[in-house]
């Protein structure tokens, strides 16, 4: 009964929002007109600040350190409220509003990026936040462990344990094998909670969520970058041997033209991009799908009137809740997805002939 009190309010309250979006918009029509482009990739891109939320013409978000080194100027660090949302100009640097640069920071006096931008932005923020999280988790139930051995888990133990027990018998023992996989199994549990948690982060509208870390391809290419390192560095000599000189080919592909070896060899490559464009394609669709119905609510509004942005607003408010139970679900599948995949590169790195 409770369960279904909150939904109802959770409901009334997104609706009620909506509704007054649609109003501020309609308010606004004459000045700017909607872009529903512009409108994801802001939601589903990095800032240099942390948008909580707006009120007419206020804007209401968290500023954070951006540290500029430029061969002019020297080494800047500032608040990002100093731009005032992107709007004005500080030190000689300003936020891009079109061209290549367009959301990155840029001097004024030649229009290009600063020499070296390492700016704590929103996707930073939200890495830090998430390893924080997953830091606390872990002590918090390793220590656990220590005060209680040999008892059965209780309260964070019990919501952890199965989980590990999941990534460690079903990932690491069926893909590496029991003599191996304790080697690989605490990178594999790193990988699998890193991009769980995250996902779920992604999910919550409000701070510290709403940041889409798993959705953008540097965050995901430097984890198959890991995959790749470990898979290289561990492949004995029957893996290599199965690259460059695959048994049962025939010789005709293997000598006149190394097509077969050239075929393996790409295929070294190309496996963990397709880890990392895999990941980050499903997080961020995933997204861009409910940002996209969500936007119906102000092209409606801009064409039609207020009236029918009620109605759409409605069937928005629907979707979106379906969306979001359908979005747990990827959030836990692509870190499994994620997590198996390395595995099973790391067994065939590490299989003896047979």
Known sequence: MKLSIRIILILFFSLSLTTAFAQHDEKHAEKEEFNTSEFILDHVGDAYDWHIATFGDFHLSIPLPVILY????????FISSKFHHGHEAYKGFEIAQEGDYKGKIIEQSTGKRPFLDLSITKLVMSLFISLTLILIIFLSVAKAYKKRPDKAPKGLQSLIEPLIIFVRDDIAKSSI??????????????????????????LIPIF?????L??????????????FVITTINGNKN????????????????????????????????????LAVRLFANISGGHMVILGFFSLIFVFQNMYGAGVAYGTGVFTLVFTVFMTFLELLVAFIQAYVFTLLSAIYFGMAIEEHH
């Open 70 to 77: 430029s061969k002019n100027s020297g080494v800047n660090i």
């Open 177 to 202: 094998g029991e003599k191996k996989y304790e080697k690989f199994l605490p990178f594999l549990l790193t990988i699998f909670f890193f991009i769980f948690i995250n996902n779920l982060l992604g």
């Open 208 to 212: 510290p969520g709403g940041a889409n």
């Open 214 to 227: 798993t959705g953008n391809i540097a965050i995901t290419a430097v984890l198959a970058l890991a995959t």
């Open 239 to 274: 893996y290599w041997r199965h690259i460059f000189w695959a048994p049962g080919v025939p010789w005709w592909l293997k000598v006149p033209v190394p097509l077969m070896p050239f075929v393996e060899v790409l295929g070294v490559f190309t496996k963990p991009l397709i």
